[in-house]
């Protein structure tokens, strides 16, 4: 009898934490840059039941029990968020549409071929170094200017040029006197290259990546390269990406765990009132 009160419980335990991921989704909804997150729910693994204290002849057999449902990790959805004119000069954002032959992506990032095979859409994201001096991705792109020329990040970490250097701008040269160009260089008003790349990277595997916080990711699988010369990806100047969490579909998402919580919990004070009658009552008798 208690299977079934383990596994309401494991399912309260797994719609807290989808309700707890959708709402940081909301509340992150005007974060620039921002890729919602999903929580991905399983069964655990099969078991068989069988009886004992019985005689070896015959089927002990009962079945099987699929156990309780927990929640397995935390899924990032890397799709492309929209871009807005904010006509800031340290604001930049990155569209992009990366293709592979022969495949189509639906709106998550991922395509599935004939034999099955599970392919995600490469993604470009601008290239960070924090002060422990190692890579970092994101597609924030809120950037200042320290008094050293320097382009951060909001938390302070480095944006790297195609040198995997951090950028720093001329001496005396404000970044609203620059212009980016096509290929990502950074140009002066009258049209002279400072010699300025920014340095975007392109993710074959999204999903190598695990976020840290502050918009930012870290590549623990999978492979970057740096993007040169690619039509499919764009950087904007005085654009921000917003977050791409869908808003009406994520309050849909916070209705069906509140629910599904409020099912299991009923659930469990059944459990409870059938326990307490067999210790009070039946145990009388």
């Known amino acids: 009898m208690l299977r079934g009160l383990y596994s309401a419980a494991s399912g309260m335990i797994s719609q807290q934490r989808r309700h707890d991921t959708v709402t940081n989704n909301i509340s992150n909804i005007e974060t620039a840059g921002y890729k919602q997150n999903t929580t991905a729910l399983r069964s655990f ?3 068989l039941l069988q009886m ?4 070896s002849t015959g089927n002990k057999t009962i079945g099987k029990w699929t156990g309780a449902v927990f929640g397995e990790e935390s899924l990032t959805y890397h799709s492309q968020g929209d871009v807005t004119q904010t006509n800031n000069a340290n604001d930049f954002a990155i569209i992009s549409n990366i293709t592979v032959d022969g495949l189509s992506f639906d709106q998550s990032g991922k395509a599935i071929a004939q ?3 599970i392919t995600y859409q490469p993604q470009a994201y601008f290239t960070l170094q924090n002060a422990s001096g190692e890579m970092r991705y994101t597609r924030g792109g809120q950037f200042t200017v320290d008094s ?3 382009l951060l990040t909001n938390n302070g970490d480095h944006v790297l040029n195609t040198n995997n250097q951090p ?3 001329p001496a005396g040269v404000s970044i609203n006197e620059l212009t980016l ?3 990502r260089r950074l140009v002066t008003s009258n049209g002279e290259d400072t010699g300025i790349q920014l340095l975007i990277s392109q993710i074959e595997n999204p999903n190598g990546l695990v976020r840290e916080g502050d918009g930012n990711f870290r590549l623990v699988s999978g492979t970057a390269e740096a993007i040169m010369d690619n039509a499919q990806v764009e950087v904007r100047q005085g654009y921000i990406e917003l977050s791409n969490v869908d808003m009406a579909q994520a309050s849909v998402d916070l209705m069906v765990a509140a629910r599904a919580y409020e099912a299991n919990q009923k659930i469990v004070q059944y459990y409870d009132q059938t326990l307490q009658k067999s210790a009070n009552e039946i145990g009388r008798i």
């Open 167 to 169: 950028i720093v701008l």
């Open 52 to 55: 004992t204290g019985v005689e």
């Open 115 to 117: 034999n099955g095979e």
């Open 148 to 150: 050293q020329g320097n």
């Open 181 to 183: 160009t096509a290929n």
């Open 45 to 47: 693994n099969e078991m």
